[in-house]
C-alpha cells in the first residue's frame, strides 16, 4: 500500500499560479503511476494529470493542458502539480491519486487508482 499527502493548496487571484505537492509513504514509489484528480462542489471528482511511474510519459484533461504541469521525483517520492494561470473554474479540492502501474499506459479514469490523498483546496477568485 501507499499513503499519500496533498500539501500547497490555498487561495490565489485569477491569472496567479499555485504549486501543489504530494508525499507518498510505504510501498515503493516508483511502482506507481501517478494522478491527480479534482472535485468541485456539486461535481464529480474529474482527472486532471497523470504521470507514468518513471515520469516519462504525461496525459492531461484537455481543460488543463498548457497551463498546468505534472512531473515526479522518485528519489523524494513526490509528485508535484504546477498551475499556473489559473481560473476560476480551476476552483476544487485537489487530490492525488495512486494507480500500482508500471506498463507504458498511463489512466485518466479515476477507477484505476486504488490509493487516494484526502485533497487541498484550492480557491481561484476572479
Known amino acids: 500500500q501507499v499513503q499519500l499527502v496533498e500539501s500547497g493548496g490555498g487561495s490565489v487571484q485569477a491569472g496567479g499560479s499555485l504549486r501543489l505537492s504530494c508525499a507518498a509513504s510505504g510501498r515503493t514509489f516508483s511502482d506507481y503511476a501517478m494522478g491527480w484528480f479534482r472535485q468541485a462542489p456539486g461535481k464529480e471528482r474529474e482527472f486532471v494529470a497523470a504521470?507514468?511511474?518513471?515520469?516519462?510519459?504525461?496525459v492531461y484533461a484537455t481543460s488543463v493542458k498548457g497551463r498546468f504541469t505534472i512531473s515526479r521525483d522518485n528519489a523524494k517520492n513526490t509528485v508535484s502539480l504546477q498551475m499556473n494561470s489559473l481560473k476560476s473554474e480551476d476552483s476544487a479540492v485537489y487530490y492525488c491519486?495512486?494507480?500500482?502501474?508500471?506498463?507504458?499506459?498511463?489512466?485518466?479514469?479515476?477507477?484505476?487508482?486504488?490509493?487516494w490523498g484526502q485533497g487541498t483546496q484550492v480557491t481561484v477568485s476572479s
Open positions: 504521470i507514468s511511474w518513471s515520469g516519462g510519459s504525461t
Open positions: 491519486a495512486a494507480d500500482l502501474n508500471r506498463g507504458i499506459f498511463i489512466y485518466s479514469s479515476r477507477e484505476k487508482y486504488a490509493y
